[in-house]
């Protein structure tokens, strides 16, 4: 069940293909020079923004990691990273520039805000030791059967609606870890739409026409049904762990929430106190009156309640000062920042220190590499999940290897998996 991204030592160099983009010719051929140092084969150098997108267009795939200078003339590496976002192309990004860490750290939430994965950023000179901290956070995409097709798959609401009225979207589970016990004590449910035609996809892909015509609410009152029904299956295998479940804050304007939500808890046989709510902090609260009603009521009742993607919007401390939150999510691009950044690393900090004065749990999401996982433990975090520990997986399979690896492993499982490094697939 437990799997680990691949260390910086299990890495095949050769195997990657790199696109340095930078205008200087000397910056340049000392980028290219230190990447053949540590056994990559396959450079490709642009000096400038166009000429990288030119040979991104010609090459596609043949390009795994763009390493780009941010100040070029002409088109600068800003303007090269939004190209590269508006063509969806599958490349992971690595941003080398003389400019203080605030403006890297800048430039790579602009890069994630375009949709482009940026594994890191460096300050100027560029060595291989920088080289090697970055690249541990380099994932090579998933090989999918139709995954360049779904990029450019843009479908409609109504199309999303039949899907759901269909049965096609369905619950995906990942593992949350306990960090002092090693134990896994719960997992969050992903919505996944099992399309006929194209197989399995993302959220990024049905949640925008969702959410721009209006139908979060149907999502996420099948995403709680489903993902209830699949815990009273784990509480009648004796497997106690808590699901978490995202929930759409409009939902929340309707005074008869609280109540609706534990009908359909207990009627799948689950106890309040192993459901954790999970309300994403971007979204915006238009009836805060009645947010709070159900918010309290929920408490009481005995659900968890969670704050998502904490630290990505803003009002974070506003929405824990007037909510009965149980836990903070912290999004994982501070958790990945914080592997490398001093100022990310700060902020995880002391949001994790804000959260145990307040009596919250901390959960980190997206957590990749042992060098996180490593911080995270340092900085006190209670739990983690993210594909360090597992993807999400069906909830059929996501059982099945919660019973074989309580049967092999019994108490403490990640801590021994950890240690043998024996992870499965």
Not at 368 to 377: F, H, I, M
Not at 406 to 414: D, H, K, Q, T, V
Request: hydrophobic residues 45%; contains cysteine.
């Amino acid at each position: 069940m437990i799997e680990l991204v691949a260390d910086t030592d299990a890495i095949d160099f050769k195997s990657l293909r790199f696109l340095v983009v930078d205008d200087d010719h000397a910056q340049r051929y000392l980028l290219c020079k230190t990447l053949a140092g540590m056994g990559t084969a396959r450079v490709v150098e642009a000096p400038s923004g166009h000429e990288a997108l030119a040979i991104l267009d010609r090459l596609g795939q043949a390009v795994d990691i763009v390493v780009t200078d941010l100040q070029m003339p002409g088109m600068d590496g800003m303007e090269l990273i939004r190209r590269i976002g508006e063509r969806k192309l599958p490349v992971s990004v690595i941003i080398v520039s003389c400019l203080d860490g605030v403006l890297l750290a800048s430039a790579a939430t602009m890069a994630q805000a375009y949709g482009v994965r940026v594994i890191g950023t460096i300050e100027k000179p560029a060595t291989r030791a920088k080289f090697y901290s970055v690249l541990g956070h380099f994932r090579t995409p998933e090989p999918a059967t139709a995954a360049t097709a779904n990029v450019m798959f843009a479908p409609s609401a109504h199309e999303v609606l039949t899907g759901i009225s269909a049965g096609q979207i369905e619950p995906f589970f990942q593992a949350v870890v306990e960090i002092g016990s090693g134990n896994v004590v719960g997992a969050e449910a992903l919505a996944r739409w099992r399309h006929p035609a194209r197989g399995v996809l993302g959220p990024e892909i049905f949640l925008p026409p969702l959410a721009r015509a209006g139908y979060l609410d149907e999502l996420s009152w099948i995403m709680l049904s489903m993902a209830a029904m699949e815990a009273g299956l784990w509480r009648r295998a004796d497997l106690r762990m808590s699901v978490s479940v995202n929930v759409s804050a409009t939902s929340l304007a309707d005074p008869g929430y609280a109540d609706a939500v534990t009908q359909i808890v207990t009627g799948h046989g689950l106890d309040p106190s192993e459901m954790i709510l999970e309300l994403t902090e971007t979204e915006a609260i238009l009836n805060i009156a009645a947010a709070l009603e159900n918010l309290t009521r929920l408490r009481i009742k005995g659900f968890g309640l969670a704050i998502d993607d904490y630290g990505v919007g803003y009002s974070s401390m506003q929405a824990l000062s007037r909510m009965p939150f149980t836990e903070i999510k912290i999004d994982r691009s501070f958790v990945a920042a914080a592997a490398t950044d001093p100022k990310y690393r700060l902020m995880v900090e002391h949001t994790i220190a804000v959260a145990h004065q307040l009596g919250l749990k901390t959960v980190a999401e997206g957590v990749e590499t042992r060098t996180e996982c490593d911080l995270l433990v340092g900085l006190g975090c209670d739990r983690i999940q993210g594909y360090l520990i597992g993807k999400p997986v069906e909830g059929s399979g996501f059982l099945r290897r919660m019973l074989d690896c309580r049967a092999s492993l019994g108490p403490g499982m990640f801590k021994q998996l950890q240690e043998t490094r024996q992870f499965g697939t």
